[in-house]
Nanobody, 119 residues
């Protein structure tokens, strides 16, 4: 199971840290990703840790501002800095034990957490 938390409302330039608890399985055995969906838009991949935690990927929109990482508590985080209004969206975490990288068709999805960035 995946459980995302940490969303909220911040002003432009602020920071938030999202957390996704991966209860029931070893995070390093899965590709782990963060996705977001803004109103009226399709879900998009934000960041991914490959299976076996070999490497990470970021979308161009968040590169240099967001950081994905895991810790020993089997949680995957998304540290979001210098937030912009266009980062406003529902954020989802996802996992897949077969794929090496993330995609919008991953096997397991958590419920979303809303991030709102206001100017």
């Amino acid at each position: 199971q995946l459980q995302a938390s940490g969303g909220g409302s911040v002003q432009v330039g602020g920071s938030l840290r999202l957390a996704c608890a991966t209860s029931g399985f070893r995070p390093d055995a899965y590709a782990l990703g963060w996705f977001r969906q803004a109103p009226g838009k399709e879900r998009e991949e934000v960041s991914c840790i490959s299976r076996m935690a070999v490497s990470t990927l970021y979308s161009d929109a968040v590169k240099g501002r967001f950081t994905i990482f895991t810790d020993n508590t089997d949680t995957v985080y998304l540290q979001m800095n210098d937030l912009k209004p266009e980062d406003t969206a529902v954020y989802y975490c996802a996992a897949d034990a077969v794929a090496w990288w993330c995609s919008t068709v991953m096997a397991y999805w958590g419920k979303g957490t809303l991030v709102t960035v206001s100017s």
